[in-house]
């Protein structure tokens, strides 16, 4: 049996406090700060949840979607959240499109933290703009990641984007 190893991924598990439970949930430490938005990431808030961009992207563009509800699993959450959560990844896709133009995409839970759920207290959905050949084994053996715009720059491109403007003016479709 081989071993890939990710030695980066333990800056990450080790310098966080428990990210899952009732003393620390960053999803519900963002929710209640609108007023952090752009320090939280945060690029779009709905009625029933909101989007923000990864601190520890695997991609450029990686965001994820979270309920303003501490719930850990879609059975436990409402069904209008969910729809809306669906309908944010419907949007995201289009805003992740129209700015990075990747070859595919990646949209999907981890919930519990036997699945990769690194909050697993709180359901959330990630999305990842995909490219062909970003497939690269940097991360795992040089232990970087390569990422060709900081998060500051893609927190204002996806937020124009959702927001129904890109950066130089109004979205291809009026929005």
């Not at 563009?61 to 069904?79: F, K, N, R």
Request: charged share 20%.
């Amino acid at each position: 049996m081989d071993h890939l190893w990710s030695p980066w991924r333990y800056q990450y598990v080790s310098s966080a406090p428990v990210a899952s439970g009732k003393d620390f949930c960053l999803f519900c430490l963002v929710a209640a700060g609108a007023h952090e938005d752009a320090a939280n990431l945060v690029v779009l808030r709905a009625e029933r949840s909101f989007v923000l961009l990864n601190r520890y992207p695997y991609s450029t563009g990686h965001l994820m979607i979270a309920p303003y509800s501490h719930v850990p699993t879609m059975q436990e959450t409402e069904v209008a959240t969910l729809e809306e959560m669906m309908r944010l990844a419907q949007r995201c896709e289009t805003a992740l499109r129209q700015v990075y133009r990747p070859d595919g995409m990646n949209f999907g839970f981890n919930i519990g933290q036997a699945a990769g759920a690194g909050i697993a207290g709180h359901i959330h959905m990630h999305g990842l703009p995909r490219w062909a050949g970003d497939t690269s084994f940097i991360t795992t053996v040089g232990e970087t990641r390569v990422l060709p715009e900081d998060l500051e720059t893609t927190h204002r491109k996806l937020r124009a984007a959702l927001q129904g403007h890109t950066p130089e003016g109004p979205a291809p479709d009026g929005r």
